[in-house]
């Protein structure tokens, strides 16, 4: 089942920083946190994951707190083509470890 | 090249009748799921297949059969079809059960049972 806790929705201007929060307060050692999205009608993709430390790709951050209990995707320059539901999932890697993708955040950029 | 292809991508039918959604992925990937999505959005797992091997299956009825012919194919065969039963299924491949992480989902495919 979905471990994490996140808004139903959120707006965010073109070209601005779209900061997309998750809590995750139960959290274990050995969970990573994932981050997908969901654009309208199209299948989920992978944006990034983490353990511990901030990471960094060509489409998003995802800053983790030093207590791991949260963590915040963010998307540097939001375009109208980020609109998407975007899921936040803890997951610890192994065998039979499955992602259980809960209800998401539904952001819309706005133009 | 479409890395996992799913078909059909529509498929409507009666109640009861028997169907499939064939899944293929281009990714060399030895893992392969069938989640389903229903009309609330909510995204569930349903079946993970690893080298041809059933490893999850969620409780899932029994109407569903998932059949992996080698580790690139993971079909889905469901029978006796019922109105609940209408959804987007979605195929997804990952390289390992829990190395890297990343699932690679196809385009859906939205079923209608009428």
């Known amino acids: 089942d979905a471990k994490t806790t996140q808004p139903p929705s959120m707006d965010c201007a073109e070209g601005r920083a779209a900061n997309l929060p998750c809590n995750h307060s139960?959290?274990?050692?050995?969970?990573?946190v994932y981050w997908y999205r969901q654009i309208h009608s199209q299948g989920p993709q992978y944006i990034i994951h983490g353990l511990k430390n901030n990471e960094t790709n060509e489409m998003a951050s995802l800053i983790i707190t030093e207590d791991r209990k949260s963590s915040t995707l963010i998307l540097p320059h939001a375009t109208l083509r980020d609109t998407a539901v975007y899921y936040c999932?803890?997951?610890?890697?192994?065998?039979?470890?499955?992602?259980?993708f809960g209800t998401g955040t539904s952001l819309t950029v706005i133009p | 090249d479409t890395a996992v292809s799913q078909t059909p991508k529509y498929l409507v039918t009666q109640m009861g009748n028997d169907k499939s959604i064939k899944c293929e992925q281009n990714l060399g990937h030895d893992t392969m799921y069938w989640y389903k999505q229903d009309s609330k959005k909510f995204l569930k797992i349903m079946f993970s297949y690893n080298n041809k091997e059933l490893i999850i299956n969620e409780t899932v009825p029994n109407r569903f059969s998932p059949k992996s012919p080698d580790k690139a194919h993971l079909n889905l065969h469901i029978n006796s079809l019922e109105l609940g039963d209408s959804a987007v299924y979605f195929c997804a491949s990952s390289l390992g059960q829990g190395a890297g992480g990343e699932l690679f989902f196809g385009e859906g495919s939205r079923l209608t049972v009428l």
């Open positions: 999932i803890v997951r610890s890697r192994g065998a039979g470890n499955q992602f259980y």
């Open positions: 139960t959290i274990s050692g050995n969970e990573y």
